[in-house]
Structure formats: C-alpha cells, structure tokens
C-alpha cells in the first residue's frame, strides 16, 4: 500500500519502483508488472500506474518496448569521487566571510528553491507524531516545575539517549550524558572545555561551515586535514600534523560527514582511537548523522572503539527530526565533570518541555518506523539526484557517493566558479551552498558545491537542477 503523503499517488508508486530498481529487487533487463497487475498489485488505476511509468522512462530507469512492457535500464556506472588534495594545510585564523552570511540568510527567503540548506524534509508522519507527544506531556504532567531540571538535563531523555546509543556500539550511563541546546551547542562546550584562544584544532576538510564559524568565534586556529570522499578523515595526514603541530584537539563527523556525505571504516577508526591515545589529544565526534545510514545497520561510533575517555561525542535530532527542537548532546567521557561545569556557567537551564517531548517521541516504536522511512526516503531522493546530475550536467562532473544523510559534494569543471554560480543561480530562484564556504582557505574549493536532496523531488526541484546546469558556462 501506497502512504497517505500529499504526493500524487503516480509520484509514490514511481519511488517506491525506483527504490526497489536500486536495491536489485528488479534488475536491468528485468520487466515490471503489467500496467493491470501493477494497478491491482498496488490497489490503484490503470492510468495511475501509466504515469508512474513515464516518470521511471523519464528518470530514466526503465524503457517501453513496443507490444512487450516496460523493462528496467542498465544504469549507468557511478560516478568518479571529487578530488580533495591530500595535505594538511598550516593552522591559519578562521575568518567568517559575508558569503556565509549572505547563504544563511537566502535560504530562508519567500519563493526560493532550496537546495543549499542541510535540513531534513518535513514530509514525514513523525511530525504528527511529535506535536502529539507535545499535547500528551501537558496533559498528563500536572506540574512542569519551578526551579531547575537536572544540570545534565532531563533523566528520562538521558536514559532514552543511552538506550539507542547501544546500536552505535556504546554501552554508556545515562549518568554520563549531558544534554545541551543542540549539537553544535554541545561542540561549543567541548571546544570551550579543551581549547583557549590561540590554540589550533584540526577539521576534516571540506568542514561544515557552521564548525568554522564556531572556531572562528572561539579565537581558536583551524588546521584543515583533507577527508577522502570515499574513507573520510585522511589517518596519515592527520599523523603528520599531530607530529608538526601542537593540536589540542580533533574535530570530525567519521559517519555520513558534512559535506561529502563518507562513511569512515570502521579499520580507520580503529586506527584514529589508537592515534588519539598515542598522542595523548582528544577528538570531538559529530555523530548528527549517525542515524541516516541507508543500509539497515548504524555504523558504529569512533566512541564505540574509545576506552581511555578521550571521545567526547556530541549529536541531536535536528537532522533526523525537528531542527527546531533546539536538543543534543554529549558523552564527554573523561571530561564530563568539565563539560557540566561549562554547561552550568553557560546554560544554566533548558526548557524542560522539549526534552519531556523528545524522550515521549524517542520510546515509541513509531521513531524506529521513522528512522526505517526516513533512510529509505533519502536513498531514494539521493538516487534520483544522480539521475538528474546524469541527465544534465557535464560528464566530468564528479559526485561523492553518500551512504547515509542528505547532502552530496559535487566537484565541476575547473573553468566553472561556484561562487559565480550560487549568485546566478540566486537571481534565479535557486539556492546552493558554494565550496568556498567549507574552509577557512579563500578560494579553495572555488569550483565544488554541496546540494541537500532532503526534500521530496517536485517538478519545481527538478527544474532547477536543470537551471543549474545551464548556468554552468556563464559561471566562469
């Protein structure tokens, strides 16, 4: 059965076909049902199950063949990985440019198609789900309270966090959790715990502007390490700048990392622990996308690898639920006690309604059903993505291959600026984040760009990839 989303039912019926062509159930050069099965397998007209059709001939994933039906393509191969040089830079002081500002501010502007912000879709039933959790928590709470929650925050979201910390490998103490206002709130203490100003920390690169921004209003100094596109954080560039510099400590997203999207080995994060214990540095885990992986396992966590306490892993429900929910947290390790004491000088109480909410939420077996929707929901909009890319972009254009989450790393021509292309494509309605703005570097990164693909493809997103594309040549 088909869901009860305000897409066309032709539109559902087409994804959920494309996801099963991904995934092999149907094989190139398999033939799909006949229009009549296919409208009585799936409960819906014939005419319905017609235009599903020409959606996957127009995706390109199946072709009709006179008087036989409809068979899948043979799909065509993946494309080549970005090219990320692969040498630590020297520690340099972050500078926030206007253009970050000018990205930030655009994206949530009338009219705009948004393909530039990392934020998760809203088509998803769990937002019922949640506003629902809301109601019930006023209503069988006779009394919020006056005065403070506990300084670490609420202990049923606390023990709700450590129960599905066990899928990433973490056997963890609800005790030793500490909830923060969001997940780069919870960075920001880790940063304020373990650096002054001055000292330098070491980034993947490209980094999620936000962090850069962070290091910058910290007075900190960032040393980017490259990130490969298809392992992550680069160990042996990062082995050397331990050995040059005098790193006081790592900032990385090994799972699903902003903005390529890569899946760090679990070796590789073996190998990381092992070097955070040789020289004696802790690292801060972004694990925000931890639970977006598109196979049905969660990778596990660097923290999962971690037994001397130097991992402080900081994550939230912005990417997999409500942004605005202003919640995440840290499993600080051996600096628990310095993290409570930061949180306390800094943020002394949090609104304990949210936190009632998400751990109502998180303890229902609807948030698994979610998580299961929410994966399936992003393979499928990051395959229809490349299709698109496919179809309209130059053949050397070169894609990350993201295994979870919702943001890929495109690198262009090297006649073509990004930054040239973000500010035509702005005149046109259509928003992208420009490469430049994921380093502290100017002008590296000049000809890549990052594209979310969290929302649901209509005509309108569509169009503008097509848009995109043919500003390519003026963006020079």
Known sequence: ????????????????????????????????????????????????????????????????????????????????????????????????????????????????????????????????????????????????????????????????????????????????????????????????????????????????????????????????????????????????ALEQWPVKAILAVPNFSNPLGTLMPDGDKRDLVALLNEFDVPLIEDDIYGDLAYDEQRPRTVKSYDTEGRVLLCSSVSKVLEPQLGIGWVMPGRYLEAIEYERFLNTSTQFRLPQMALADIMAKSSYDRHLRSARGAYRVRRDRLFDLIKQHFPANTRVSAPQGGFVAWLQLGQEVDATRLYMAAKKKGVLIAPGEIFSSNAGKFRHSIRLSYADEWTRERERAIEILAQLLPHAT
């Open 1 to 240: 059965m088909l869901s009860s989303s305000n897409s066309p039912l032709y539109r559902q019926l087409a994804e959920a076909l494309a996801k099963q062509i991904r995934q092999s159930l149907y094989k190139p050069g398999d033939k799909l049902p006949s229009v009549r099965l296919a409208a009585s397998q799936h409960q819906v007209s014939i005419s319905t199950v017609i235009q599903s059709y020409a959606l996957l001939e127009e995706w390109d994933l199946v072709e009709a063949r006179s008087k036989s039906g409809y068979y899948v393509c043979h799909l065509g191969g993946s494309f080549e990985p970005p090219r990320i040089q692969q040498k630590a830079t020297n520690p340099e002081q972050v500078t926030t440019s206007q253009l970050i500002m000018d990205v930030m501010s655009s994206s949530s502007q009338p009219g705009i198609i948004s393909l530039g912000a990392a934020i998760p879709a809203s088509d998803f039933p769990i937002l019922h789900q949640l506003k629902r959790s809301f109601a019930h928590v006023i209503r069988s709470q006779a009394f919020l309270g006056i005065g403070y929650d506990s300084h670490k925050g609420n202990p049923q979201l606390r023990r709700q966090i450590a129960r599905r910390a066990i899928e990433a490998g973490i056997a963890i103490s609800p005790d030793d959790i500490v909830v923060t206002s969001g997940c780069q709130g919870a960075i920001s203490l880790c940063l304020r715990v373990l650096c002054r100003p001055g000292d330098i920390v070491a980034v993947e690169s490209p980094a999620y502007y936000g962090l850069l921004q962070l290091i910058e209003s910290l007075g900190l100094k960032a040393i980017e390490i490259p990130a490969d596109p298809q392992r992550g954080l680069s160990i042996g560039a990062l082995r050397l």
